[in-house]
């Protein structure tokens, strides 16, 4: 778009008699409470007056002026200034507008072009006007866009600052988002609906390059879909690709969809995004791209310690026309009896997935009109023996062999994918075959076939039209599915959106020209009662509008503070609109992780929080969050673990205090064990009864499992270890990246950094460590040794374990802001943290070892 497009567009914002007579494309506000991004910058006329308009865009360049916001109105009267520092003769340098009414001043950081000095002349020829006239314009065609009275046309709050609250943002956005929620209550009076085919196909390829045509799965159609979403998984099984997320077969296969998706229209990428095996790739008809806004991905990796990508989701959500739209490709937790796991997965992909948008509350996979849920979901048929499940198959006879598939029975009990469909199976399972062939798997392990690789849907209007799987791709052990879907797209008819916005406007000037925002909040005490580490407690409270206006609330920061609440917190949601008799559940969530642990062990930080909760237009509500942590051993650091000889349950709040915080000093040769008995539980249980676990420190554990063994440690039970190995091994990590200081400390992380490559150097750094550091160090490395000398049976190897414990022991501190890494740095430094371990796991330093 040029610049006259684009000025059209913003002259279509504000009525017939309000002209666009100059603006800007991209200043930005230089704030400390505003992002700096480029907004546009408009001078709008009204018959004599004037005024300076700052509207930011959804998407650049706007494609209609519904993607427009205005944030910033300052009518130029006699009270407005213009000042401009240096101005420059260089035509690519930048210029500063400080531009000040009505007591309120903003700095915009312009990048200098011709139309600059357009703009500013038309500026001057405003302020010129109004110091010619006696009486001063009334500016009444502004209240509007602002809801006050024509003395407030911008204050940085509605109301008078208050001590030790901080400011929210301009109650010109406010209105704005209380239009948007009155535009959405009437979405059916100016939007149409259109039908689209989307495909959605999944595809576990088992490590191959794409070595044959993809034709038979991605061409099959009597007609090209609109969209196509298409997930693959286990792109790249390397200890490379696992380790540090490298890989080509990302370029391989995306080039193999793009060669193939059919050829009688033309597509364009919206998005791809991967996470180690994960690859999700959608496209669009070129003619639709116009219309797509706010593309966005995320990624949740669900492997050992909730973050290993091996397993998980990635997910890409765009808005298409008037349609929210959210795919998701994930892989689930394998093994037959692991169904528990999936379903954790999945509810971890859906708790953890938050697609930021600027200027927005973050979005959940939920919180989209239509979404489509494709993968390997890895649920098996339990029940039935392999040859029965063959002989039914065989037969097409797939109703028999579906009454025990694991996520029919877990669907319908609601455990998982409630509220989703799915369409009717009428195809071969999907796994296992020898790959190359269609003859199912014949390894010892003599698998029962199964539905493993599935599609979900949710949402309304939205009508399956095949769902089936393609056979002749047979390199993998997968075959591969696909489904076609018809979904209804709301469309905007921009003419009776023009007229739906005029009412919205004039309703709300009525409404707020006689009421202020009235609430009830239930209750403004919230105890959690005891707390516990890693065991998420959940409270609700419910917001009321009592009211006849529409009510904007948010949760704002208090003076000095980075954040509205603390970090151990989660308020969802933080900010909305309340229509007038309507109410909102907020949740309140408290989760004490390995960051906030330590502190509250400490006595650094205690559960214990205020919440400012604003009316903008009105009062502000406080709300108190209370609570009990009880103490564990996970949060608290070497030197007093080694110091305890009893259960820290049995431990005093007051005396763990006073231990932490005097933890330098508490170390001696007196001190009750050389290493933390903790730590000697834990390793010794795997010691003696998980060495040979199959994927031994790469399964991840269950969580309630990982609560059961914390308890048992908290209290020095003497009942044997509860939980499997592999929940075992996922809470000795846990407690290990738990600690106050990481085993080597934050100080000597560069240090171990720039030694890496040298063993001689990494083994001097540990012999200076302080004792207790050493002999838990060794000790670990001593245990991983013996754990590798059994690869043959738990698939170790001396990469991984670096890999996994070099982040552990050279863990970043959290308490250092840090530059953003690009992911080739930070790959770099992973490298070298693996490396410094690697040396220990591969030599012999028993003379290192410590004598007690």
């Known amino acids: 778009m040029n610049h006259e497009e684009i000025k059209c567009v913003v002259q279509e914002k504000f009525l017939s008699s309000e002209r666009v007579t100059a603006f800007l494309c991209d200043a930005k506000v230089l704030h400390p409470e505003w992002v700096k991004k480029d907004r546009l910058l408009a001078i709008v006329e009204y018959g004599d007056e004037k005024a300076v308009f700052c509207l930011f865009t959804s998407c650049y360049p706007p494609k209609s002026f519904t993607d427009l916001s205005i944030e910033i109105v300052l009518p130029i009267d006699n009270s407005f200034k213009c000042e401009i520092d240096n101005k420059p003769s260089d035509p690519e340098a930048i210029l500063y507008l400080n531009l000040q009414s009505r007591n309120n001043k903003f700095k915009f950081e312009i990048q200098m072009t011709p139309r600059v000095d357009n703009f500013v002349d038309d500026l001057f020829r405003g302020i010129e006007a109004v110091n010619k006239v006696h009486i001063q314009p009334e500016f009444v065609w502004l209240k509007k866009y602002n809801g006050k009275n024509e003395d407030d046309i911008l204050a940085h709050s509605l109301v008078v600052p208050r001590s030790g609250v901080t400011q929210p943002q301009a109650p010109v956005a406010i209105r704005e988002s209380l239009i948007k929620r009155k535009m959405c209550d009437k979405e059916f009076d100016y939007t149409f609906t259109k039908k689209f085919t989307i495909f959605c196909g999944t595809w576990n390829v088992n490590d191959k390059s794409p070595v044959m045509p993809l034709k038979d799965w991605l061409c099959v159609d009597k007609e090209p879909p609109d969209i196509y979403a298409v997930g693959f998984q286990e792109l790249d099984l390397s200890k490379e690709t696992f380790l540090f997320d490298q890989t080509l077969r990302e370029d391989e296969w995306y080039h193999a969809v793009v060669t193939y998706v059919d050829k009688r229209a033309k597509y364009v990428k919206v998005e791809k995004v991967r996470l180690v095996g994960m690859l999700l790739i959608v496209l669009i008809k070129e003619k639709h791209y116009s219309h797509v806004r706010n593309v966005i991905c995320d990624t949740v990796g669900t492997g050992i310690m909730g973050k290993m990508g091996n397993k998980g989701g990635v997910s890409i959500r765009f808005d298409l026309h008037n349609t929210s739209i959210c795919f998701v490709n994930s892989h689930l937790a394998a093994h037959v009896e692991e169904y528990e796991r999936r379903n954790q997965d999945f509810r971890d992909i859906c708790n953890r997935t938050r697609f930021a948008q600027l200027n927005q509350q973050p979005k959940a996979i939920k919180d989209h009109d239509h979404i489509y849920w494709l993968g390997d979901l890895n649920y098996r048929i339990t029940e039935l023996d392999p040859q029965s499940v063959k002989k039914f198959v065989s037969?097409?006879?797939?109703?028999?062999?579906?009454?025990?598939?694991?996520?029919?029975?877990?669907?319908?009990?609601?455990?998982v994918f409630a509220g989703y469909l799915e369409g009717i199976i009428n195809f071969k399972p999907t796994y296992k075959y020898d790959p190359g062939t269609d003859n199912w798997d014949s390894s010892e392990k003599n698998r029962a076939p199964a539905w493993c690789d599935r599609i979900f849907w949710k949402g309304e209007?939205?009508?399956?039209?095949a769902y089936r799987s393609h056979p002749t791709l047979n390199i993998s052990d997968h075959k591969p599915v696909s489904a076609i879907?018809?979904?209804e797209i709301k469309i905007i008819d921009e003419e009776k959106y023009r007229k739906v916005y005029e009412e919205v406007i004039k309703q709300l000037d009525k409404l707020e020209n006689e009421l202020i925002p009235q609430v009830k909040v239930d209750v403004t005490e919230i105890d959690f009662g005891t707390v516990r580490y890693l065991e998420l407690q959940v409270r609700t409270i419910i917001i009321k509008n009592t009211g006849k206006l529409p009510v904007e609330f948010e949760f704002i920061k208090k003076l000095d503070e980075a954040?509205?609440?603390?970090?151990?917190?989660?308020?969802?949601?933080?900010?909305?609109?309340?229509?007038?008799?309507e109410s909102c559940e907020i949740q309140l969530k408290v989760l004490i992780n390995k960051t906030s642990a330590c502190k509250m062990n400490a006595g650094?930080?205690?559960l214990y929080d205020i919440l400012v909760l604003h009316l903008y237009g009105g009062k502000d509500i406080f709300i108190t969050v209370n609570g009990t942590y009880q103490r564990s051993c996970f949060g608290c650091s070497i030197e007093v673990l080694v110091n305890l000889n009893i259960p820290i349950r049995e431990v005093p709040v007051g005396k763990l205090i006073e231990l932490e915080s005097k933890?330098?000093?508490?170390?001696?040769?007196?001190?009750?064990?050389?290493?933390?008995?903790?730590?000697?539980?834990?390793?010794?249980?795997i010691y003696l009864h998980g060495l040979k676990e199959p994927n031994l420190f790469e399964q991840p554990g269950l969580h309630s499992e990982v609560l059961q063994i914390r308890d048992w440690l908290d209290s020095g039970s003497i009942d044997p270890i509860p939980g499997s190995i592999h929940s075992v091994a996922e809470a000795l990590l846990l407690l290990l990246e738990s600690t106050a200081d990481p085993i080597i400390p934050y100080n000597l992380q560069s240090v171990c950094l720039r030694a890496s490559a040298n063993y001689l150097q990494c083994k001097q750094i540990i012999m200076e460590l302080p004792e207790f550091r050493k002999n838990v160090f060794l000790y670990l490395c001593e245990f991983l040794q013996e754990a590798l000398q059994h690869s043959a049976e738990n698939g170790l190897d001396s990469k991984t374990l670096s890999t996994l414990f070099g982040?552990?022991?050279?863990?970043?501190?959290?308490?250092?802001?840090?530059?953003?890494?690009?992911?080739?740095?930070?790959?770099?430094?992973?490298?070298?943290?693996?490396?410094?371990?690697?040396?220990f796991l591969i030599n012999d330093h028993s003379d290192l070892i410590f004598s007690r």
């Open 604 to 606: 650094t930080d205690k």
């Open 395 to 415: 037969e097409n006879n797939f109703a028999p062999v579906l009454e025990w598939d694991q996520l029919k029975q877990q669907h319908k009990n609601s455990n």
């Open 663 to 685: 933890r330098d000093q508490c170390v001696s040769n007196q001190s009750t064990y050389s290493i933390p008995k903790e730590i000697w539980f834990l390793v010794d249980h």
């Open 563 to 581: 954040n509205f609440c603390k970090e151990w917190l989660i308020v969802e949601p933080y900010k909305k609109c309340i229509c007038a008799d």
């Open 461 to 465: 209007n939205i009508t399956q039209l």
């Open 807 to 839: 982040a552990i022991f050279l863990r970043d501190n959290p308490n250092l802001m840090q530059e953003p890494q690009s992911r080739i740095n930070k790959q770099v430094i992973d490298k070298k943290k693996a490396q410094f371990v690697y040396h």
């Open 485 to 487: 879907f018809t979904s």
